[in-house]
């Protein structure tokens, strides 16, 4: 009988992709403000995302409270790539390709659950819950030996936690998370730490599909206030009350939007707080607004536990929050056409029982797949996509100049790069680092970048 033999590298196909920088480069113009359309369109495009962006940022794998348990696990994606997570005896956390190393099959096809190994239904390979090769079903008469260590599914290399949420690249050089999420950890407190105890994933997920672009959703996450007024308007003035005099209804005008070098960015307005209760109902806004306002302020300061309202955040490139409304989001992307959105009701975990299912309802109600203000959104995005299938229309550059020339670094008590909440540099920001990714060869270069100001790509 031949030996079995080591594993060897496979030569990934993307390196034959003809995509040069300078074809990259000129479908992105930060400093002008002006985007080519294919970059939401192009199959070769996507592919690239994949391996460049995809595979060397942090992306979220899962919040701690759905592992509460060795062996619990949750079934997700890193880009296209099936990934186990899995809450190990230690109580570490290991994530791997959830894909057997005989023939490729999907290793364990529950969305969730608890495990003490993983067994391929095919020809019978099992895994323990690390993700190493354990048992193989006639193995000394058929192979002699199958080494685990060269046979085991391909491991997350790097895992890292940030107040409840758990990250994970599969890029080894990528800085520590703390770094890569840079000034947005100032921000994203005010969703993840108004309260001692942190977050809890409250009720089960939801998961659609929408026929987009990721970045458009991403992006408008990241960046967009602009959308609101217009696409929100019908929702936000059903849900008023009905004697109410619409005419003395307004849009806040005050507000700012933050953008980071590493391509995070958020929006929210000042000091209107009186949306969140026509949008949420009287308890959930109550404690939001009321209850926990206290601790908030006390734990985060003035600005992020009273002042900042109707906030929403992307961590790049496709976590994204609504603070308040409480709602977290993953755009997996599925194509350079689709989307699948997987969306979870994050709480304080010390809320009250009633606040909890006051707020999985509101959420329910308003950003979810039923949800009145998400269809708004996602019918944009899929009209904007169907657009693009025209040749003449995918040529034609966008405009995202708003904003441009008004950039800060000294607003009071803001950190980093802010402008007026209606505007654009979110948005030019995620894009420039969009294409640094693209074009960086690898984290030497982008680790670079993403300490001074502006890049050298804008
Ligand atoms: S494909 Fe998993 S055991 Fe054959
Ligand atoms: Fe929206």
């Given at each position: 009988m031949n030996k079995p033999t080591s594993a060897t590298d496979c030569q990934p196909f993307s390196t034959e992709i003809p995509i040069s920088n300078e074809q990259l480069a000129s479908l992105v113009n930060s400093e002008q403000g002006q985007i080519s359309p294919l970059i939401y369109q192009d199959e070769a495009i996507y592919q690239l995302e994949l391996e460049r962006l995809f595979g060397r940022s942090w992306l979220f794998l899962a919040h701690e409270t759905q592992l509460p348990d060795s062996g619990d696990f949750f079934s997700t994606y890193m880009g296209e790539d099936p990934i186990l997570v899995v809450r190990q005896a230690d109580g570490s956390v290991a994530a791997f390709l959830n894909q057997c190393r005989h023939r490729g099959m999907k290793l364990c096809r529950a969305d969730s659950g608890n495990a003490k190994a993983f067994t391929c239904s095919y020809h019978g390979w099992s895994y323990d819950i690390g993700g190493n090769l354990a048992q193989v079903p006639f193995e000394e008469r058929a192979y002699g030996k199958v080494d685990p260590a060269e046979w085991s599914p391909l491991k997350v290399p790097r895992i890292a936690h940030y107040k409840g949420l758990i990250f994970g690249c599969f890029d080894e050089e990528v800085p520590d998370l703390e770094t890569y999420l840079g000034d947005m950890k100032w921000y994203i407190d005010l969703f993840l730490d108004r309260a001692e105890g942190g977050t809890e994933v409250v009720g089960g997920m939801h998961k659609w599909v929408i026929p987009c672009n990721w970045k458009f959703a991403a992006e408008q996450f990241a960046s967009d206030m602009y959308h609101a007024p217009v696409s929100h308007a019908s929702p936000l003035i059903a849900s008023m009350?009905?004697?109410?005099?619409?005419?003395q209804v307004g849009w806040p005008e005050e507000g700012r939007q933050f953008s980071a070098p590493e391509g995070h960015g958020t929006g929210f307005f000042f000091d209107t707080p009186e949306f969140l209760f026509p949008m949420l109902g009287e308890e959930a806004a109550n404690y939001y607004v009321n209850t926990s306002a206290a601790e908030a302020i006390e734990r985060l300061g003035d600005m992020r536990g009273r002042r900042m309202n109707g906030a929403h955040m992307t961590i790049f490139p496709t976590l994204s929050f609504l603070p308040g409304i409480n709602t977290l989001r993953v755009w997996h992307p599925r194509g350079p056409n689709e989307i699948e959105v997987w969306a979870w009701t994050l709480v304080d975990k010390k809320a009250p029982d009633s606040v909890k299912e006051a707020y999985r309802k509101a959420v329910l109600r308003t950003f979810s797949s039923g949800g009145m203000l998400e269809q708004d959104d996602g019918e944009n995005w899929t009209q904007i996509q169907k657009v693009l299938r025209g040749h003449q229309a995918r040529n034609t550059t966008f405009n995202v100049q708003m904003g441009l020339g008004n950039d800060t670094h000294d607003f009071p008590d803001l950190p980093g790069k802010t402008n007026y909440v209606y505007g654009e540099m979110a948005a030019r920001g995620l894009y420039n680092r969009w294409l640094e990714m693209m074009t960086a060869k690898d984290w030497s270069e982008l680790a670079v970048a993403s300490t001074g100001e502006e890049s050298d790509h804008a």
């Open positions: 009350p009905p004697d109410m005099d619409l005419s």
